[in-house]
C-alpha cells in the first residue's frame, strides 16, 4: 500500500514559474527521498533528506521536512520544459525497502 | 560504468502463462530490490535480497510471485498463470551495502508486462 498522499495529483505551469509538490507520509521514517520519472530516463534518485534534517538544496531543487506534521515539500524553481515527469517522494523506515506516495504529474510549457 | 539492466523491457502474455523477468544489478550490489508499479501509481515493494538471501518478501501479491537470486547477482521474478491485474511495469533497483547507513537505490527500466 501507498505510504500517504501527494497533492497536487497534477500541476501545469509555463517555463521559468516555480513548482512546488506537497507529500504526506504515515509512519516514522529514517529518511525522505523525492524521484522523477518519466519515459525516457526511468526512475532517477533526486535529492534525500534525513529526519533530522528540516530543509536541503540542490541546484534548482529545495526540499523541506516536517517530521511533527509528516509532511514535505518539493521546490523546483525556474522550471524548464525538460522538468515535465512525474515526481514521487519516498520514505525509508527502519528497513531498507522504499515506501512511494502516489506522485505529482508536473508539465512544463514552453 | 553500466546501470541496473531488465530483461524484457516489454512482454505481453496470456492470462494463465507464467512469465520470467530477469534483473541484472549494478555489478558488486549486494542489495536488490523489486517494486510493482501500477498504471498511475507510485511503486509498490514486493522483495527485497541481500546476495542470495531473501531477507522481505512481504510485498509479493500472492504465492504466484517467485523471486530468486540463487548466485547473489541476477535476479528473476517469476510470475505463474498471470492474471489481468498483474500488468504493471515491474521495476528491479539494486545498492550497496554500508552497515549503519542508508544506501541509494539504482533503479533499472523496467519490464512492462500486459496480460490479455
Known amino acids: 500500500s501507498q505510504q500517504g498522499e501527494e497533492d497536487p495529483q497534477a500541476l501545469s505551469i509555463q517555463e521559468g514559474e516555480n513548482a512546488t509538490m506537497n507529500c504526506s507520509y504515515k509512519t516514522s521514517i529514517n529518511n525522505l527521498q523525492w524521484y522523477r520519472q518519466n519515459s525516457g530516463r526511468g526512475l532517477v534518485h533526486l535529492i534525500l533528506?534525513?529526519?533530522?534534517?528540516r530543509e536541503k538544496h540542490s541546484g534548482r531543487l529545495r526540499v523541506t521536512l516536517d517530521t511533527s506534521k509528516k509532511s514535505s515539500s518539493l521546490l523546483i524553481t525556474a522550471s524548464r520544459a525538460a522538468d515535465t515527469a512525474s515526481y514521487f517522494c519516498?520514505?525509508?523506515?527502519?528497513?531498507?525497502?522504499?515506501?512511494f506516495g502516489a506522485g505529482t504529474i508536473l508539465r512544463v510549457k514552453s | 560504468g553500466a546501470g541496473v539492466s531488465q530483461s524484457p523491457r516489454y512482454k505481453v502474455a496470456k492470462r494463465g502463462q507464467d512469465v520470467a523477468l530477469r534483473c541484472d544489478p549494478i555489478s558488486g550490489h549486494v542489495s536488490l530490490f523489486w517494486y510493482q508499479q501500477a498504471l498511475g501509481q507510485g511503486p509498490e515493494f514486493l522483495t527485497y535480497?541481500?546476495?542470495?538471501?531473501?531477507?522481505?518478501k512481504s510485498g509479493l501479491p500472492s504465492d504466484r510471485f517467485f523471486a530468486e537470486r540463487p548466485e547473489g547477482s541476477v535476479s528473476t521474478l517469476k510470475i505463474q498463470r498471470t492474471q489481468q491485474e498483474d500488468s504493471a511495469v515491474y521495476l528491479c533497483?539494486?545498492?550497496?551495502?554500508?552497515?549503519?547507513?542508508?544506501?541509494?537505490?539504482?533503479f533499472g527500466p523496467g519490464t512492462r508486462l500486459t496480460v490479455l
Open positions: 533528506i534525513r529526519s533530522n534534517e
Open positions: 533497483a539494486s545498492s550497496a551495502y554500508r552497515a549503519g547507513g542508508y544506501n541509494e537505490q539504482f
Open positions: 535480497f541481500q546476495n542470495e538471501a531473501q531477507l522481505d
Open positions: 519516498a520514505t525509508v523506515g527502519n528497513g531498507n525497502k522504499l515506501v
